[in-house]
């Protein structure tokens, strides 16, 4: 999945490790199915026939592209799966930022609404689009890896595919397993987060970026502007579902800082927002450093003393 | 933007996620394909308990061909067909020989037939339940039968406990061939009630338990319009109570199945079954283990062991070895290979059946009690 993925379960080991065998290649399924590195995937299917014919999709395929479609009308388009063609502008080896005149015809190929989404399947309105269906599917993957490991009778583990996070029930002592948010400025952990049941998603500009002249770039670029967002500098969500988690995170950091905070703190769900210079947001009513809230409420606490995010993990 | 305005992006895209399919019940996200081959072989009768007929017995070569699939976001359909060829002698009836055991006047080996069978399911699939409905016909030259059945499943508590219930009605239609030359019935028809109910239990993350209780209504012509004397009531109610148990184990990544069934009927048979089998390596790509299973049957109420021509024709009688006290031990290994999205399996299983085997004894063993062996092949593509 083009990070490190983990798995940590609970219980049997024979039943464990055929949960994880099983596991294992259902990652595998999702990444041959949706990477847009390999040419049989089904995004380089729908990509090559771009501006063509109609390719014929499955339920999960259709179910994500649907997913998608709210995402994109919830964040008043800044979530497009259609924008990962700005990376033909934005390649490693770029020494300084892209023209408006570079940018304008990469933008026309960044349209939502031409997603044609039938009965027949799907295609993709003009020759040239792509979609990346990387902003969901890994989320989804962590989701469906942990409804596996629940229906199989396991009722105690972590799925973390490079981030984005299902914890199926409590750890084994039976208490929240206990999260380290990494620290988008600098190694280690900034805060962790006890979480039982629940999906954990973090975005930032911290583990993928552009370097761009020396100076490091978020990897998330506005699909109206092409040019990345200065925001947040990372996004913790907790919600019932990793992807819902992932796409509030990711629809976070797309809005700026002001608004995404401001997005953040209208929804009813538990968030750790960091900015540029460090300062942390919660949840309103919810304190960080365990003053303002130290009951059962309290999700994350402030780490200070710069542990490793694998011993934030236990 | 006021928080009671915001409280709906949470709800759409929970709603969203719910659509896709890891959460939606257990609706099958892959398309599976499978073929199973089968040859069911049964042992020769012996020559001295055999006064007429051939003795070679059945032969049954079975093809299967299975197709299962989702459809859109809440439907999954399977189809299956199967082919079967049968050839070989069968008991016609049995007559006192003079030691006092019985003699089998054997059919020859005239029979030669094939049976041909559809049947498509189609399920629609909520959160945590399923509703299927399935219609089947089954086909050879002197039998038709047609069946409907209607199957659901709901899990409870998160999932750690399956109730699945099912109802099926068949109708079957009986011409058997040669009537008039042999004086059989030209014509008749039987239909099967059907019910079931099971509860899935798990124990553990490691143990599982499945408890059923099944009860089948037959109306119609029951007896066997094939056999020389062969009266039997028209109505039969069978009951059936089963009790699964299964486990998984660290050593050699095992898993123990143990099974349990009895099974009584208004004809006043009994039976137990016991099987248990095995499975070892269940992580690693080649698994096999093996089975044996006990069967303990006592006899119908109007069993005889030789056919009675003294009788009146409207009391019920038969001689059939099936209805008979016996009991059987079968044993066998299975083994799968896995690579990737391809099974393939193999399974051998030998039967071996007998009066003495029985739990209740009885003065006069069946010479028609069979033993046969069952090779079967299957591969199975999953895409």
């Avoid at chain 2, 039976?271 to 093996?290: D, F, I, K, N, R």
Wanted: aromatic share 10%; net charge negative; with cysteine.
């Amino acid at each position: 999945m083009g990070s490190p993925c983990e798995l940590k379960l609970s219980g049997d080991s024979a039943l464990c490790r055929r949960v994880a065998a099983d596991c294992q290649r259902e990652a595998e399924r999702f990444e041959t199915r949706y990477s847009r590195f390999t040419t049989d995937s089904i995004t380089a299917q729908i990509n090559a026939a771009a501006g063509g014919a109609v390719v014929p999709i499955d339920a999960e395929c259709r179910a994500i592209l649907e997913y998608a479609g709210v995402c994109w009308s919830l964040s008043d388009g800044l979530f497009d799966i259609t924008s990962g063609v700005l990376r033909r502008v934005w390649t490693k080896d770029r020494l300084q930022l892209p023209a408006p005149d570079e940018l304008r015809p990469i933008l026309a190929l960044i349209d939502w609404q031409k997603v044609e989404l039938s009965e027949a399947g799907v295609r993709l309105g003009m020759s040239g689009m792509e979609i990346d269906l990387g902003g969901v599917v890994k989320e989804y993957a962590a989701d469906a890896l942990a409804q596996r490991i629940g229906l199989a009778g396991i009722d105690s583990g972590v799925v973390n595919l490079g981030g984005d996070i299902f914890c199926v029930g409590t750890n084994p002592e039976g208490l929240p397993w206990r999260i380290g948010i990494k620290n988008p400025d600098g190694p280690g952990a900034i805060a962790q987060v006890g979480i039982a049941s629940a999906g954990l998603a973090t975005s930032g500009g911290y583990e993928r970026y552009f370097e761009v002249g020396g100076k490091r770039v978020s990897h998330l670029l506005n699909p109206v502007t092409g040019m990345p967002v200065e925001s947040l500098a990372s996004v913790s969500v907790i919600a019932d579902q990793s992807v819902v988690a992932g796409s509030i995170a990711t629809i976070a950091l797309l809005k700026g800082r002001a608004d995404g905070l401001d997005w953040l703190r209208a929804l009813a769900c538990d968030f750790l927002a960091i900015d540029a210079s460090g300062q942390c947001f919660t949840r309103p009513g919810q304190g960080l450093d365990g003053i303002a809230a130290s009951g059962p409420d309290q999700k994350f606490t402030r780490l200070t003393d710069n542990r490793s995010i694998q011993d934030a993990f236990q | 933007m006021t928080s009671k305005t915001q409280i709906g992006p949470l709800a759409l895209l929970s709603a969203a996620a719910l659509a896709l399919p890891a959460f939606s019940a257990s609706q099958p996200t892959e398309r599976v394909v499978s073929v199973n081959t089968s040859v069911y072989q049964e042992g020769d009768a012996n020559a001295a308990e055999v006064v007429f007929g051939d003795l070679q017995r059945f032969r049954v070569k079975t093809n299967q061909f299975n197709l299962s699939a989702p459809i859109g976001r809440d439907w999954s359909m399977s189809l299956g067909y199967d082919n079967e060829a049968m050839s070989g002698a069968s008991p016609w009836g049995t007559v006192a020989a003079s030691d006092g055991s019985g003699d089998l006047i054997m059919s020859g080996a005239s029979i030669d037939d094939s049976r041909n069978g559809v049947d498509v399911n189609l399920t629609r699939h909520w959160r945590g339940q399923s509703l299927g409905v399935s219609v089947g016909y089954s086909g050879e030259h002197d039998y038709h039968s047609r069946s409907v059945g209607l199957n659901y499943e709901r899990d409870f508590f998160k999932q750690n406990t399956t109730l699945a219930l099912s109802a099926s009605y068949a109708s079957d239609e009986l011409t058997p061939t040669d009537a008039q030359l042999f004086q059989r019935l030209e014509k008749g028809s039987k239909h099967t009630r059907s019910f079931y109910a099971s509860v899935n239990q798990l124990l553990s993350p490691v143990s599982m338990l499945n408890l059923g209780f099944g009860i089948t209504k037959r109306v119609g012509e029951l007896s066997d319009p094939y056999k020389l004397r062969d009266i039997r009531p028209g109505k039969r109610l069978e009951r059936t109570l089963t009790a699964n148990y299964r486990r998984y184990f660290d050593w050699q990544t095992s898993s123990l199945a143990v099974n349990y069934r009895y099974f009584w009927d208004s004809y006043s048979v009994g039976a137990h079954t016991l099987a248990m089998s095995w499975m070892l390596g269940e992580e690693t790509a080649l698994q096999w283990g093996p089975m044996l299973r006990y069967y303990s049957q006592s006899e119908a109420a109007f069993y005889n062991p030789f056919d009675r021509y003294d009788q009146p024709e409207n009391v019920a009688q038969s001689s059939d070895f099936r209805l008979s006290t016996f009991g059987a031990i079968s044993y066998g290994l299975k083994a799968r290979y896995r690579m990737n999205d391809v099974q393939v399996s193999m399974q051998y299983e030998r039967y071996d059946s007998g009066s003495d085997y029985a739990l209740s004894s009885t003065k006069t063993a069946h010479p028609g009690l069979v033993d046969f062996d069952v090779v079967s092949l299957g591969a199975e593509y999953r895409f």
